[in-house]
T-cell receptor, first 114, second 111 residues
Framework: DVKVTQSSRYLVKRTGEKVFLECVQD?????MFWYRQDPGLGLRLIYF???????EKGDIPEGYSVSREKKERFSLILESASTNQTSMYLC?????????????FGPGTRLTVL | KQEVTQIPAALSVPEGENLVLNCSFT??????LQWFRQDPGKGLTSLLL?????REQTSGRLNASLDKSSGRSTLYIAASQPGDSATYLC??????????FGKGTRLHILP
């Protein structure tokens, strides 16, 4: 079974803090993704990575950066957290980049920025 | 336990035709339903989001409907183009914040 884990289920940070959200997958998947999920807006893609050290912007990359130093780990970074980044963050991975590849999601991190 | 089914699994239509993709779900107590497209090498792109209180949403050539009582949603694509070729995913968000995806419909538009 594919396992995607996220470092925290719940996180509370203050405005201006630097925040790291970590995601690890154990199935040697090529592609990894970060989404945020908001009521009324659904799931939106922030960034994705198709290989180590490679990254691509998604639909809403502003205010975020990512890091993929190892194949199994994909980090989402909020350089200076703001209240509008309060959200549920979901990480996903897929075997390759085929459009038929299933994306496997982690349990999510609910981030609150005060 | 919520289950989401998409029919057909694959579809090929000539360019210019209108088409309908179907999605059904077993538990009608959903918060919203979202349609995505998935392209090779990229993440999911959100197409349309329908809240549980809404019956349809439109964006350009796309129209999505929701019939919560019967557990069904359709995605209508008008005047299909080769660029519409992708996998289309339906996902429901339950009231416990869990998102359940269907397996998708692979759409191929023939030039």
């Amino acid at each position: 079974d594919v396992k995607v884990t996220q470092s925290s289920r719940y996180l509370v940070k203050r405005t201006g803090e630097k925040v790291f959200l970590e995601c690890v997958q154990d199935m040697d998947h090529e592609n990894m993704f970060w989404y945020r999920q908001d009521p009324g807006l659904g799931l939106r893609l922030i960034y994705f990575s198709y290989d180590v050290k490679m990254k691509e912007k998604g639909d809403i990359p502003e205010g975020y950066s990512v890091s993929r130093e190892k194949k199994e780990r994909f980090s989402l970074i909020l350089e200076s957290a703001s209240t509008n980044q309060t959200s549920m963050y979901l990480c996903a991975s897929s075997l390759s980049g085929l459009s038929t590849d299933t994306q496997y999601f982690g349990p999510g991190t609910r981030l609150t920025v005060l | 336990k919520q289950e989401v089914t998409q029919i057909p699994a694959a579809l090929s239509v000539p360019e210019g035709e209108n088409l309908v993709l179907n999605c059904s779900f077993t538990d009608s107590a959903i918060y919203n339903l979202q349609w995505f497209r998935q392209d090779p090498g990229k993440g999911l792109t959100s197409l349309l989001l329908i809240q549980s209180s809404q019956r349809e949403q439109t964006s350009g050539r796309l129209n999505a409907s929701l019939d919560k009582s019967s557990g069904r949603s359709t995605l209508y694509i008008a005047a299909s183009q080769p660029g519409d070729s992708a996998t289309y995913l339906c996902a429901v968000m339950n009231r416990d914040d869990k998102i359940i995806f269907g397996k998708g419909t692979r759409l191929h538009i023939l030039p």
